[in-house]
């Protein structure tokens, strides 16, 4: 799983018997071992960084997609009433159904069953 890799150089050489099982012969002597990381990638803490600060301007754009929209349809369509302009209720109609129909099939991508594998006939 994890192999251990000394954190500095060696002082023995490791020639006598008694030095080879002794801490300091192995390299970990004083907690200065670190293991081997299975992903190479796990070095690169970069990365991982500017991907977590991507992600902040994606979830504000995810959340503004499903507030604004509703929030701009109620808007134009009570004032399309109260000032008694068609185009701001026709418009807020029209926004709204989008909304929704985006709404749909955001949902319905997202909780599709996963297509099957074809099985294999057994022996084959």
């Known amino acids: 799983m994890h192999e251990l890799v000394a954190a500095s150089g060696d002082d023995s050489d490791g020639d006598a018997p008694d030095q080879a099982a002794t801490p300091k012969a192995n390299g ?3 907690g200065r071992a670190r293991p081997i990381p299975d992903d190479p990638r796990a070095n690169e803490g970069f990365n991982y960084v500017l991907a977590g600060l991507l992600a902040l301007p ?3 754009f995810g ?3 499903i507030v604004v929209p509703p929030a701009v349809m109620i808007t134009l369509v009570s004032k399309g009433l109260s000032r008694g302009v ?3 209720v026709v418009a807020g109609a029209i926004l709204g159904a989008l909304w929704l129909l985006m709404l749909y099939a955001f949902t319905r991508s997202l909780f ?3 297509k099957q594998k074809p099985q294999r006939p057994p022996g084959a």
């Open 58 to 60: 994606m979830l504000a």
């Open 112 to 114: 599709r069953k996963p």
């Open 86 to 88: 068609t185009a701001y």
């Open 63 to 65: 959340f503004g997609a």
């Open 28 to 30: 970990i002597s004083h």
